[in-house]
């Protein structure tokens, strides 16, 4: 696969994932991943970069949203992704 900056790609920021990250009970932090990226792989990547410990890795599969091109009745979509939430054993990442 290469280096672990292959894997993760970006750290997803929304709402809902800061909340998740905020909590000292929780530790559950969100990126955005390759397609084609395994468990095994984020938890690696995730460890290297930021040298923390992992305890687990959900991964999900996210459809590209529907979007027009202009005025006109052309759509197309954006691309499928890939998202990871990664649980720490120990440890806390600064994302921000």
């Known amino acids: 696969m290469g280096n672990a900056f292959d ?3 970006a750290p ?3 709402e809902k994932c800061s909340a998740m990250m905020g909590d000292e009970k929780n530790r559950k932090y969100t990126f955005r991943v390759r397609k084609d990226a395994g468990k095994i792989e984020i938890a690696k990547a995730v460890e290297e970069l930021f040298k923390v410990k992992v ?3 959900n991964v999900m599969n996210r459809a590209g ?3 027009r091109a202009g005025r006109t009745v052309q759509t197309g979509r954006r691309a ?3 998202r990871a939430v990664v649980t720490l054993a120990e440890g806390t ?3 921000m």
């Open 7 to 9: 894997v993760i790609i």
């Open 12 to 14: 997803v920021v929304t």
């Open 55 to 57: 305890s687990a890795v």
């Open 65 to 67: 949203k529907p979007k």
């Open 80 to 82: 499928d992704w890939k």
């Open 93 to 95: 990442i600064e994302i």
